[in-house]
Each structure stands twice: as C-alpha cells, then as structure tokens.
Nanobody
Framework: QVEVVESGGGSVQAGGSLRLSCVAS?????????MGWFRQAPGKQREAVAG????????VYSDSVKGRFTISQDNAKFTVYLQMSRVQPEDTAMYYC????????????????WGQGTQVTVSS
C-alpha cells in the first residue's frame, strides 16, 4: 500500500508556476528505488510525468514536461517535489506521487495503488 500525502496543487494561469510536494512513509519511500509523479486528466489515462532515483542523482521526464518541470527530493524528509514552470492548460490534471521504476527509459508505477492526489488547474 502506498502511503503518501500530496499537496501544493491549485489554480494557476498559463505561463505560471506551482510547486507540488509529496511526503511519503518510510516504507513507501524505500519500496521502489525511485519516486515519481504521475497525472490523470479527466477522461484520460494516468500518465507518468517524472521520476527521480533514490539518492537524487538521476531524473527522467516525459517529453511533454521536459524543460518545464523539475523533480527533486529531500531524503531526510522523505519528500519529493515537482516544480512546475511555464504551465499550460494541458497540464490540468490530478497529480499523484508514488514509488516508481524505470522501464525502457519510461517511468512506471511500482505498485498499482495511489494516494489522494493534488489537483492542478491551469487556465488560459
């Protein structure tokens, strides 16, 4: 079971910025080898946004957010962040964090369960 608490979502205008935070339990933090952010827009499948390996050295981004979003983590606080810059209306979604793995260069969830998520709404 994934034990995380996501926060930081809200409404923002296109071109603006938001910083999402995710605090994980100890067991969740160490379960997957990396922590990732995922999102799901209404009527669409959940998709990976970014992942960061334990230790913070390697990051992976989806093409849709590369260059605009930055994932980082604080191991001491079991917290992973997603700095969102130059947001666009298509970034509107519920954002979730979860343990991940990287398969063929793509971030995938390690488990199939999720936290409550945090809603991001971008207006044009």
């Amino acid at each position: 079971q994934v034990e995380v608490v996501e926060s930081g979502g809200g409404s923002v205008q296109a071109g603006g910025s938001l910083r999402l935070s995710c605090v994980a339990s100890t067991s969740t933090w160490y379960s997957g080898g990396c922590m990732g952010w995922f999102r799901q827009a209404p009527g669409k499948q959940r998709e990976a946004v970014a992942g960061i390996y334990a230790g913070g050295g390697t990051t992976v981004y989806s093409d849709s957010v590369k260059g605009r979003f930055t994932i980082s983590q604080d191991n001491a606080k079991f917290t992973v962040y997603l700095q969102m810059s130059r947001v666009q209306p298509e970034d509107t979604a519920m954002y979730y964090c979860a343990p991940c793995k990287v398969v063929a260069g793509s971030v995938t969830p390690f488990f199939g369960s999720w936290g409550q998520g945090t809603q991001v709404t971008v207006s044009s």
